[in-house]
């Protein structure tokens, strides 16, 4: 079936480091890909997302691109601050029912 | 626009005992999901509806599990008798459409279960 899988945590860095979180899916047909992030004491929302290959989703220096020869859609940010701190969840959705399989979060810790 | 509006937001119940909660989705959204977040992992669907009927409950624990969505609008979601596995947030979305390919999440229910 289908299934996401996510670099595991915590990811500790300072404030403006690079970030790279890894995602990998497997899945049949072609679904669409998220990134959803939590933010301590909040509801999950949607980041980024991309519904075909090599679409790059993008959102507040956040990015990640579809790559269907890999099986990617790994989250890029080029300068994280402390307030990016939160668990970031990737997600593939699609199906006849279109529900959102989860990878497991990966917790983001930045240090001022 | 209204977001997703769970209650409540925390509850403690013993084990054995049972427990609902609820949802108000985004107006007009048709499909509503209930996910299961264990502290440590991503949120599992529960059980998805379709306006008032359902599309999906193949992971809900039917023996100890139920929901409702009334009128293809609110929904509860009730567990009866609670485990201590259960403990977990109980998390509402909602979908303009299955076509649609973004869910809108609640800030969910936490529940713990002693």
């Known amino acids: 079936g289908n299934s996401v899988t996510q670099m595991e945590g915590p990811v500790t860095l300072s404030e403006e480091a690079f970030l790279t979180i890894n995602c990998t899916y497997t899945a049949t047909g072609y679904p669409s890909l998220f990134w959803y992030v939590q933010y301590p004491g909040e509801g999950l929302q949607l980041l980024l997302k991309?519904?075909?290959?090599?679409d790059k989703g993008s959102n507040k220096g956040f990015e990640a691109t579809y790559r269907k020869e890999t099986t990617s859609f790994h989250l890029e940010k080029g300068s994280v601050q402390v307030s990016d701190s939160a668990v970031y969840f990737c997600?593939?959705?699609?199906?006849?029912?279109?529900?959102?399989?989860f990878g497991t979060g990966t917790l983001l810790a930045v240090q001022p | 626009e209204a977001g997703v509006a769970q209650s409540p937001r925390y509850k403690i119940i013993e084990k054995r005992q049972s427990v609902a909660f609820w949802c108000n989705p985004i107006?007009?959204?048709?499909?509503l999901y209930w996910y299961q977040q264990i502290l440590g992992q991503g949120p599992k669907l529960l059980i998805q509806?379709?306006?008032?009927?359902?599309?999906?409950d193949s992971q809900l624990p039917k023996d100890r599990f139920s929901a409702e969505r009334l009128k293809g609008v609110d929904s509860t979601l009730k567990i009866q008798p609670a485990k201590l596995e259960d403990s977990a947030v109980y998390l509402c979305a909602s979908n303009p459409s299955v076509t649609n390919t973004e869910a809108f999440f609640g800030q969910g229910t936490r529940l713990t279960v002693v």
């Open positions: 107006s007009g959204h048709a499909t």
């Open positions: 509806f379709q306006n008032n009927g359902v599309v999906d």
């Open positions: 991309a519904t075909k290959a090599d």
């Open positions: 997600a593939l959705g699609g199906g006849a029912t279109n529900k959102l399989i």
